[in-house]
């Protein structure tokens, strides 16, 4: 399985006909998980200078924040604010989540996918 | 505002009413108060000053919003007068989400004794300004209904080494990222914060609620991204400290 599998399912639950509130925060946490995995495959390829510790997640978005390429930072930046969309997705049931809200979050992840193409484009 | 005279009053009556509305406000309209308002500057200096700093405001004009209100203190230094300028330049700012610089004037407001201690702390905890707001509430024994929020959030910040002057910076940026997107209008907006939780991990949330599209949501998030990147912010701030641009809850009706 590649990670763009999860943004491909993401997309998928937002196309079915009939949509329940939980197909949103579905599609907006398999979003995150796209960007997760493919911004960890990236550190695996370009290892940052200082390795970070902590749980995944965590220790994913500092490598990046703290990474010497400015890109990778920005990349850092953007997974930062995608795990909170995907937090408000999974965890803030008391708080409506829309069809908006799982565009916003899938529109994003395209757009993080695509500046990591760029980084690598560049790279090559 | 001080007594008007007739022609004010009218100006007063139809920028009042474009303050509280909630439909767009059209550019004629207001093109056309601006030129009454300047009409006044001779006979009614001070009026006209509150009128044109109130309408800056309008027009997300940060500079004229300063510029006239500054003025208006100057015409009028003294009680009540001062406090009722104070109270409007205050205003004008908050309506265009420019939170750190309604700071000074809310503290010069503040030292007037105005009854405002609830207002001056929600203002400094919008500007991230969150160790000055504990300090006066400590200082003067101020009893604010957020007061417990405030010092959560002091002490957080001071378990991650982040000052005031860090968060400051961060909000400002979120900021200025809406304002380059023409989103003046913060008449309305809804700003939380507050903190999430997750397992093991804990992160302050700086929340701006905007009517806005998916793409307009998407694309200043980006920027915002990449603008952080270029300061020279640390990494405590960037990871435990979120701000996010979410849409108003006004539209959830349509989905």
């Keep these: ?124 | 505002m001080p007594k008007l005279a007739t022609k004010s009053n009218q100006l007063l009556q139809e920028l009042s009413q474009l303050l509280h509305s909630t439909r767009n406000i059209d550019q004629f309209t207001l093109k056309r108060l601006q030129k009454e308002a300047q009409s006044l500057l001779k006979s009614e200096a001070l009026n006209a000053h509150l009128f044109l700093g109130a309408l800056a405001g309008l027009q997300g004009e940060r500079s004229s919003v300063h510029e006239n209100y500054k003025q208006a203190l100057t015409l009028a230094p003294t009680n009540p007068n001062n406090a009722i300028v104070l109270n409007n330049y205050i205003t004008s700012l908050l309506d265009i989400g420019s939170f750190s610089e309604a700071v000074e004037p809310v503290i010069k407001a503040y030292d007037y004794k105005l009854p405002i201690s609830e207002i001056v702390t929600t203002i400094l905890a919008k500007a991230g300004l969150f160790h000055r707001a504990a300090e006066l509430i400590r200082q003067d024994h101020l009893v604010v209904a957020a007061d417990s929020f405030i010092f959560r959030t002091e002490r957080f910040m001071d378990q991650h080494g982040v000052s005031d002057a860090e968060l400051q910076k961060l909000i400002e940026i979120a900021i200025s990222v809406l304002h380059a997107h023409q989103f003046f209008d913060f008449r309305f907006t809804k700003i939380i914060t507050e903190f999430a939780e997750e397992e093991d991990s804990q992160w302050f949330r700086y929340v701006i609620k905007i009517n806005g599209s998916v793409e307009d949501i998407v694309d200043m998030e980006y920027e915002l991204a990449c603008q952080l990147a270029e300061d020279d912010l640390s990494t405590e701030l960037l990871l435990n400290f979120i701000t996010a641009y979410e849409f108003a809850e006004e539209q959830y009706g349509s989905d």
Excluded: W
């Design chain 1, 1 to 124: 399985m590649e990670a763009i599998d999860f943004l491909v399912a993401a997309e998928e639950l937002l196309k079915k006909t009939a949509h329940r509130e939980v197909d949103y925060r579905n599609a907006a946490s398999r979003a995150y998980y796209c960007q997760f995995h493919t911004c960890q495959q990236l550190l695996e390829r370009y290892p940052p200078s200082e390795p970070q510790y902590g749980a995944e997640h965590e220790k994913t978005i500092k490598e990046l924040v703290n990474h010497q390429d400015k890109r990778f930072k920005t990349l850092g930046n953007m997974l930062n604010s995608s795990k909170n969309q995907r937090h408000r997705a999974d965890y803030k049931l008391a708080e409506k989540f829309t069809l908006r809200d799982a565009q916003r979050v899938i529109h994003f992840a395209n757009k993080l996918l695509q500046a990591i193409a760029d980084i690598q484009t560049a790279k090559r």
